[in-house]
């Protein structure tokens, strides 16, 4: 039955400008999920000038040839709509949610942005934009308690060539610098429709709506070949320890193993490591730590994993009076003890359990089905893979889960004291 | 080739069916709320407890939320850890949330688990433990978040506004509580407060899923049909007064920004001009497009983002506009507030309240597209004692809205000259910027917003 449910029925063709399309029609609620990603992230950003791409997703909400500044905004959410972008260390992505009726409004919006961008550009929109995502910056990372971490570990984990060793907003010294020229000539490079693919997902009629694609992104011209990202493969030749003062009460451990990308043979096995460690009130360092020995106030851990690489991390912040030190030692333990003495078939059944109903809790809302395709597209160039990727984790066995986490988590690491301040 | 220049016209809008909400009741008499949505195999249901913190002893501040955190550490046959296990065999996920006004614990999970699940629930709100190690724990970690709060200027901020709007009253302290109440809670103050407060008379239940109404009756008599608590217990409240205009800061030693709130009391959710007022928001700063979000985002770059709201406790209300400004704006975004504050009172635009009112009408299907979506509608109207019909008469409502009805919401509903003003971040640079703003001295405050000589 979670099969069926989990089986998605699309249309998936190309443009001759090389734009993919890809249909999910659904007649079960009035509304049109709208989602565009475009193969560029941080990761395509050169040391020097990062946070170009998440700057540039800010640029597209500023207007285009047809559509004054604020305009996106203004059109949705007149028609009722929601709207937004994000951008990760792979990717951007642009979306809209309307009432059904209003389908053609996002493909005219999207269109507009991916066809005439230039056009729209000017100096005060971007020194306006410098301005806000400072202040987006300021706002996430400097003024968070423990907001500077996350950049600290990275750009030790990974080399200073490596794309992921910078943030994704970027280094606030590189946003200030950017300049007219860079952007247009960011647009040129990685915004053509061969970089991008458009989902249309919900309450639409299919023939309608395919002749309204061709017409409104049809004549936008096809870009050069996007220029392939170099990367090298990681190794810490030694544990780093770095100690971090920030305006925090307790003091905070980070700790990051290199690991594989996604999709990769040991991926959904490393999610089920971190399930088994950390992620309820019975998984084994919550159990430990929080629970029994309380020694800290939270613990979490996660294998992020992305198109070039991965890392595994765990986070556990101590409780006053407990030394970083036991904690980390008491992590440690914990891991060895799982690599010598195996996981139980409840802590499998269990981590597993709770990943097959979320696959289907997560098909209630539309624009995460919709961005969920492109996901899915994107790594493994295949939409309908929800069923693949809940497989990937029902086939993984006891022993997969130990041999990866004895694969990577005996290696060298990235040590990160956050501590307060003297 | 087509027409770029002009935004495509809409089709003919798509109806959409309002789902249907059945008022039931329960054998021991607790209101059931049922709504059948079918499209996925899955049930949500919602145990809404009208026992927040403000029937926390004024001494024990924090005692409704440690309760919240403590009802599920432990309950029938099973200890803490081994009911979280019976959930997650299911692939059921079960949460409580908590405010001033409730404790709401809900729980998702498939159709064919459901009736486990629910045993399970009402083994919680029907057998808690409450051991003293279980408390001891839990206790011990909420004194460590409050420490840890100390960190993050956005909670003090608005802690601190809190305090000075809300005075005496219970709306004044976080739900969390404070270090020196907390640290006066012991086990047997969470055993009173399950008996008193958190009681079958304080509950709704609200179920939104694929079943019939005779299932959702039987299987939840069945398991809270016994419920038999029907003590009430009251408190009372009384609103405080709007007064002129004070500003007010908390130190944060080096931040680089500062967290802005500015507001004042408002009206409760059940004003005549509710919805009025909420066209009139949206125009000020209820969405992107709104003008203080315009004007100190898109026009002066001073922030990430800026917003109002009409905030809607059980028994008061407030208005609250809030950013998070470079420090160095801390003054300049202040006054630009103000501004708009006192231009929402003498100008609104036809088009702007034509736009308002499209935006409002034309996302309210949306609000229904998931199974927690609807059942936190009916939960708002539930927390108000609203009718269940102010959902189908919401749009019809807002289209009937005459234009000088929204300009007379702004008269009566934002007040320039009776701010409160709270700014956190750097003494030596905030103190000086708000002083140009008023022509006084502001006012510091500590972390809780209790006044500093």
């Given at each position: 039955m979670t099969k069926n449910l989990l089986k998605i029925d699309y249309e998936k063709y190309s443009l001759a400008n090389g734009l993919q399309v890809i249909l999910y029609p659904d007649q079960s609620f009035p509304l049109v999920a709208v989602n565009v990603w475009y193969r560029v992230g941080s990761a395509n950003e050169q040391p020097g000038?990062?946070?170009?791409?998440?700057?540039?997703?800010?640029?597209?909400?500023?207007?285009?040839?047809?559509?004054?500044?604020?305009?996106?905004?203004?059109?949705?959410?007149?028609?009722?709509?929601?709207?937004?972008?994000?951008?990760?260390?792979?990717?951007?992505?642009?979306?809209?949610?309307?009432?059904?009726?209003?389908?053609?409004?996002?493909?005219?919006?999207?269109?507009?942005?991916?066809?005439?961008?230039?056009?729209?550009?000017?100096q005060e929109k971007l020194d306006n934009q410098k301005d806000v995502v400072m202040n987006e910056r300021r706002q996430h990372y400097e003024n968070q308690p423990y907001g500077m971490a996350w950049e600290k570990l990275f750009s030790n984990l990974f080399s200073a060539d490596h794309p992921y060793s910078w943030p994704t907003i970027g280094w606030m010294e590189d946003i200030a610098k950017f300049e007219l020229d860079d952007v247009k000539n960011f647009f040129r490079t990685y915004y053509c429709p061969n970089n991008a693919t458009l989902v249309v997902g919900g309450n639409f009629n299919v023939p309608r709506t395919k002749d309204l694609i061709e017409k409104y992104f049809e004549n936008i011209p096809k870009g050069i070949t996007v220029p392939e990202i170099k990367i090298f493969r990681q190794n810490l030749s030694e544990t780093k320890k770095i100690i971090l003062e920030d305006n925090v009460q307790l003091p905070r451990i980070y700790l990051a193993w290199h690991t594989e990308k996604a999709f990769s043979t040991n991926d959904a096995a490393l999610d089920i490591l971190s399930d088994i460690l950390t992620s309820s009130k019975n998984a084994r360092l919550q159990k430990s730590l929080v629970f029994e020995k309380q020694i800290v106030q939270d613990i979490s851990s996660f294998q992020y994993s992305a198109k070039l690489d991965g890392s595994f991390i765990i986070v556990s912040t101590a409780k006053p009076g407990i030394e970083l030190e036991v904690v980390k030692n008491e992590i440690e333990n914990g891991i060895t003890n799982l690599i010598s003495n195996g996981i139980t078939d409840d802590e499998l059944m269990?981590?597993?359990?709770?990943?097959?109903?979320?696959?289907?809790?997560?098909?209630?809302?539309?624009?995460?089905?919709?961005?969920?395709?492109?996901?899915?597209?994107?790594?493994?160039?295949?939409?309908?893979?929800?069923?693949?990727d809940l497989s990937r984790y029902e086939n993984v066995t006891r022993e997969q889960v130990v041999e990866a986490a004895k694969k990577y988590l005996l290696n060298h690491k990235v040590e990160l004291n956050v501590v307060p301040k003297e | 080739m087509i027409d770029r220049s002009t935004a495509p016209a809409p089709g003919k809008s798509l109806l959409f069916n309002l789902p249907e909400v059945k008022e039931l009741e329960l054998a021991n008499g607790i209101k059931l709320f049922f709504v059948r949505k079918e499209k996925l195999p899955i049930i949500f249901t919602d145990v809404l407890v009208l026992a927040g913190s403000k029937f926390d002893p004024p001494n024990k501040r924090g005692l409704g939320y440690l309760t919240s955190l403590l009802i599920d550490e432990g309950a029938g046959e099973y200890d803490s850890l081994q009911l979280s296990d019976e959930f997650e065999k299911l692939g059921s996920i079960f949460s409580i949330t908590s405010n001033h006004d409730l404790i709401s614990m809900t729980l998702l999970s498939m159709k064919e688990n459901f009736s486990r699940s629910l045993e399970l629930l009402s083994k919680i709100i029907l057998t808690p433990r409450f051991?003293?190690?279980?408390?001891?724990?839990?206790?011990?970690?909420?004194?460590?978040?409050?420490?840890?709060?100390?960190?993050?200027?956005?909670?003090?901020?608005?802690?601190?506004?809190?305090?000075?709007?809300?005075?005496?009253?219970?709306?004044?302290?976080?739900?969390?509580?404070?270090?020196?109440?907390?640290?006066e809670i012991y086990n047997n103050d969470v055993k009173k407060f399950y008996q008193d407060i958190f009681t079958a008379a304080n509950t709704k239940l609200i179920v939104v899923g694929n079943l019939t109404e005779e299932e959702a009756v039987e299987q939840f008599n069945k398991y809270l049909g016994s419920w038999n608590s029907f003590i009430k217990t009251y408190v009372t409240f009384e609103m405080p007064k709007r007064n002129p205009t004070k500003l007010f800061f908390v130190h944060k030693e080096n931040s680089a920004q500062s967290e802005i709130r500015v507001g004042h009391i408002a009206k409760k959710r059940d004003a005549a001009d509710y919805i009025p007022t909420r066209i009139m928001n949206t125009i000020l700063g209820g969405q992107f497009s709104s003008r203080i979000n315009h004007n100190l985002r898109e026009d002066k770059g001073f922030t990430y983002g800026a917003s109002s709201v009409y905030q809607y406790y059980q028994d008061a209300g407030s208005f609250e506009v809030s950013t998070a400004v470079n420090i160095e704006n801390t003054g300049a975004s202040v006054s630009e507030i103000i501004k708009e504050l006192e231009g929402i009172r003498k100008n609104i635009s036809p088009e702007e309240i034509e736009f308002a009112k499209s935006y409002l009408i034309k996302q309210f299907p949306s609000r229904f597209e998931t199974y927690s979506q609807v059942a936190?509608?009916?939960?708002?109207?539930?927390?108000?004692?609203?009718?269940?019909?102010?959902l189908a008469d919401y749009t019809a409502k807002i289209e009937a809205t005459a234009n000088e009805d929204v300009n007379k919401s702004a008269l009566e509903n934002v007040f320039p000259d009776e701010l409160v003003?709270?700014?956190?971040?750097?003494?030596?640079?905030?103190?000086?910027?708000?002083?140009?703003?008023?022509g006084n001295d502001a006012i510091e405050l500590d972390n809780n917003g209790n006044v500093l000589n």
């Open positions: 000038k990062t946070g170009f791409a998440h700057l540039f997703e800010h640029m597209m909400f500023q207007g285009s040839q047809n559509i004054p500044k604020e305009g996106h905004f203004r059109y949705v959410q007149e028609a009722g709509g929601s709207l937004n972008g994000s951008t990760s260390i792979d990717r951007t992505n642009y979306f809209e949610t309307v009432p059904a009726n209003y389908f053609e409004l996002p493909l005219w919006l999207e269109s507009d942005r991916m066809g005439f961008m230039i056009p729209g550009l000017t269990r981590a597993k359990n709770s990943l097959k109903s979320s696959y289907i809790y997560s098909l209630q809302k539309l624009d995460l089905i919709v961005d969920h395709l492109n996901h899915y597209n994107f790594f493994l160039n295949e939409p309908d893979s929800f069923v693949f | 051991e003293e190690k279980d408390f001891t724990r839990e206790k011990k970690k909420v004194l460590d978040r409050i420490l840890q709060l100390k960190d993050e200027p956005a909670f003090i901020a608005s802690t601190a506004f809190e305090k000075i709007l809300f005075g005496e009253t219970y709306y004044a302290y976080p739900e969390i509580g404070l270090e020196n109440t907390v640290a936190k509608n009916i939960e708002q109207l539930l927390i108000h004692k609203l009718s269940i019909n102010e003003v709270v700014a956190v971040g750097d003494r030596e640079k905030v103190s000086a910027q708000l002083k140009n703003v008023a």
